[in-house]
C-alpha cells in the first residue's frame, strides 16, 4: 500500500515520479524540507498540455529533473 501527504498535489504515480529521480539523481535522498514546492511545481507542470511544454522546452519526462534542477545540476551528477 502506498501512502501519502493527504495535503499532497500529486498522484502516487507523479509522486513515484519524483522518488525516482530523487533516488536515482540525488544519491538515494528525499529531501522532505523542499519537498512541497516541487509537489507543488510538478503539479502545476504536469497538468499543461505537451505543447505548452514544448513551447517552454520541457517535456513530460524531464518533470522532476526540471523541478530540482537548482539542487542537482548536469555537471555535478
Sequence with gaps: ?????????????????????????????????????????FARLDALPDGALRAMGLSRGGLPAHVYRKLFSRGAI
Excluded: H, V
Excluded at 495535503?7 to 544519491?27: E, T, Y
Design 1 to 41: 500500500m502506498t501512502f501519502r501527504p493527504a495535503n499532497s498535489p500529486l498522484s502516487p504515480d507523479q509522486s513515484r515520479q519524483l522518488d525516482w529521480f530523487l533516488a536515482s539523481s540525488g544519491m538515494g535522498c528525499n529531501l522532505a524540507a523542499g519537498r512541497s514546492a516541487a509537489e507543488a511545481e
